[in-house]
């Protein structure tokens, strides 16, 4: 399997990356990054580029991919609506429009995993600024045409191996509750998961396909 990975340097996309990295069915990973990180691994290649608004520029480089694996996201809390779905709706929509474009059904097909959150508001009117952006983007999503597409929605996320948050609060919480987590993870699967199970639950999806387009935190732990 053939994968391209939106969002790797965050801290679900490093988890992402490592499971495709240990997955023997996984043959190569793109990473589509801004800058280039120096990871050396025979199966991963970084694609550098700048403008995540227009791909235009790369679409050659984007051609027969299986999966496309988007973790790219950031958090909601001071960012106005209008700069929030700019980040959110509009650069995740411009992949997922260049993927499905440069790998449609008739010459295989892209199964497409998106990492959006628990409370994403599928109506899209709710009163929670963030969820309804993601709501629009995952329906928005879910109407391209690809082989396959998932929305995940995970909850609190343990991460493991390593793996640090990028944004300092959510990495506070972390380093506080730390010891408490992998309990938390086994006590309350419909609220926790980890860095691992994700990325494992997201290359089972996209391998094997799954009962349903939306995935919440506790189906995301039964992969």
């Known amino acids: 399997m053939k994968v391209i990975l939106f969002g790797a340097t965050g801290m679900v996309g490093q988890g992402v990356l490592r499971e495709c990295l240990l ?8 990473s589509i990054v801004r800058a280039a990180t120096g990871q050396l691994q025979p199966k991963l290649r970084e694609l550098v580029h700048k403008d995540f608004f227009d791909f235009s520029a790369v679409e050659s480089e984007l051609a ?12 909601s809390a001071g960012m106005k609506e209008e700069d929030y779905r700019r980040v959110t709706y509009d650069i995740t929509l411009a992949a997922a429009r260049t993927l499905a474009t440069l790998n449609p059904i008739s010459t295989g097909g892209m199964t497409f995993i998106y990492v959006s959150g628990m409370g994403t508001d599928s ?9 309804r952006v993601k709501g629009k983007t995952e329906n928005d999503l879910l109407r391209l045409p690809f082989k396959a597409a998932y929305m995940f929605r995970p909850a609190a996320i343990v991460p493991l191996h390593g793996i640090k948050s990028k944004t300092k609060l959510y990495q506070a919480f972390y380093t506080l509750l730390g010891p408490l987590l992998p309990m938390m993870y086994r006590t309350f699967p419909q609220y926790v998961t ?12 996209a391998k094997q396909g799954a009962l349903k387009s939306v995935l919440e935190n506790s189906d995301i732990n039964k992969f």
């Open 23 to 30: 997955d023997p069915d996984v043959e190569c990973i793109l």
């Open 64 to 75: 027969g991919y299986d999966a496309g694996l988007f973790c790219l996201g950031v958090s």
């Open 123 to 131: 109506s899209e009117k709710g009163r929670t600024m963030w969820a």
């Open 194 to 205: 980890t860095t691992e199970q994700l990325g494992r639950a997201m290359l089972t999806a």
